[in-house]
């Protein structure tokens, strides 16, 4: 069973500040993927990465896949209210496999 | 341009009756996977289809959960002789084509099922 591990599962942090989300699994994954779920809505996509020690950029907000594909992590610079949201992790063993999905960290970026 | 579809948004049926879910892919997706979220729970895999073919229902209960993507028409997941725990929010997800080692997977909005 793969399980992916988000932390923290919690943060709440002024306008302005930087932040880091992490995902770690004992598993290792061929891609993973980083969603945003707003309430009442279902996620959407931001970024997958598929390489070992990949890093992209998304305007703010950088993701990095661990060179051994178990890990990975979501950095956020000068975080404004408008990133308020969950962010999930998600790994795929296999092309056209089920994703494994981390519990999610909840992010409130306070004005 | 439209998105993965899901209908209908909320349903609310009584314990005992039937619950059917619909999703449409997006344009050209012809991979379509449902997963359930639990109240305060993460997202969980339950089936993985294509055309006319259940690839992977390993996270689907054995019981009275059975899901279909017909050649013409939505993907459907049908729930008989709804129970409390089934309440939860199912979201549909879709894929163009399975490349080595890429799944990117585009969510529905998801249906919100309450079981009274």
């Known amino acids: 069973t793969q399980l992916l591990e988000q932390s923290p599962q919690f943060l709440s942090i002024q306008e302005g500040e930087n932040l880091t989300v992490y995902c770690n699994s004992s598993?290792?994954?061929?891609?993973l993927q980083w969603y945003r779920q707003e309430p009442g809505e279902g996620p959407v996509l931001l970024v997958t990465?598929?390489?070992?020690?990949e890093v992209k950029k998304l305007k703010r907000l950088t993701f990095q896949f661990g060179d051994a594909r178990k890990d990975s992590s979501l950095h956020i610079t000068a975080a404004q209210t408008g990133d308020t949201g969950l962010y999930l992790c998600?790994?795929?063993?296999?092309?056209?496999?089920?994703?494994?999905f981390g519990g999610g960290t909840r992010l409130m970026v306070k004005p | 341009n439209a998105g993965v579809m899901q209908n209908p948004r909320h349903l609310v049926r009584r314990r005992g009756q039937e619950a059917r879910l619909r999703c449409s892919p997006m344009?050209?997706?012809?991979?379509v996977y449902w997963y359930r979220q639990l109240p305060e729970e993460g997202l969980k895999f339950m089936v993985y289809?294509?055309?006319?073919?259940?690839?992977?229902e390993s996270g689907m209960p054995k019981e009275r959960f059975s899901a279909e993507f017909p050649k013409e028409g939505p993907s459907i997941l049908r729930i008989q002789q709804v129970v409390r725990g089934d309440s939860a929010a199912y979201f549909c997800?879709?894929?163009?084509?399975?490349?080595?080692?890429?799944?990117?997977?585009?969510f529905g909005p998801g249906t919100r099922l309450t079981v009274t």
């Open positions: 997800a879709s894929s163009l084509t399975v490349t080595t080692g890429i799944n990117e997977q585009y």
């Open positions: 990465v598929v390489t070992g020690g």
């Open positions: 344009k050209g997706h012809s991979h």
């Open positions: 598993s290792v994954f061929s891609s």
């Open positions: 289809l294509q055309k006319e073919n259940i690839i992977d």
């Open positions: 998600a790994g795929a063993v296999n092309a056209g496999n089920m994703l494994t």
